[in-house]
């Protein structure tokens, strides 16, 4: 049913400025609105894909960090390439990852977030009631509901 990403918290940077995100699944590609910080940057931001068929073992999570930049063309800082092989066994996952260069060697930037795996046949990760927990606000007097008598009073 949905493939749900949790990006909270990048850490380790150096300087400061905008930084983006842009999160690929099967070919889908989703980008975070800019978030600015020095040596860290709190996203807080949740990427959803619709799945139609199960995940495989081969399939991935690819994350790439950008410096943005209005004028220029955007500087990536870093990246992640997480293989999905584990949510086929389990529904979440929690993870802390430091960044790929370009020269494919970590970096001192880690990466904080959470991944949640919904089947479409509903085997795997069953849905939390908290993703559907909306409060109500209370009914104000005069609101719809009374009698038509007593609004044309």
Do not use: C
Request: no cysteine.
């Amino acid at each position: 049913m949905a493939l749900i990403l949790n990006v909270r918290l990048l850490e380790g940077l150096d300087g400061k400025g905008e930084r983006l995100l842009k999160a690929t699944f099967r070919d889908n590609v989703q980008t975070s609105n800019a978030a600015s910080g020095r040596d860290s940057v709190y996203f807080g931001q949740q990427f959803k894909w619709p799945v139609g068929r199960r995940i495989e073992i081969t399939d991935v999570l690819e994350i790439r960090v950008y410096n943005f930049s209005k004028y220029l063309a955007n500087k990536m800082i870093g990246s992640l390439t997480i293989s999905l092989q584990q949510l086929v066994h389990e529904s979440s996952l929690k993870l802390r990852e430091q960044l790929i260069d370009a020269n494919h060697s970590t970096m001192r930037a880690t990466l904080d977030f959470e991944i949640n795996y919904y089947s479409p046949d509903s085997q795997i990760g069953d849905w939390r009631q908290d993703e559907f927990d909306y409060p109500v606000p209370p009914m104000r007097p005069g609101a719809a509901g009374e009698d038509q008598e007593d609004n044309a009073r």
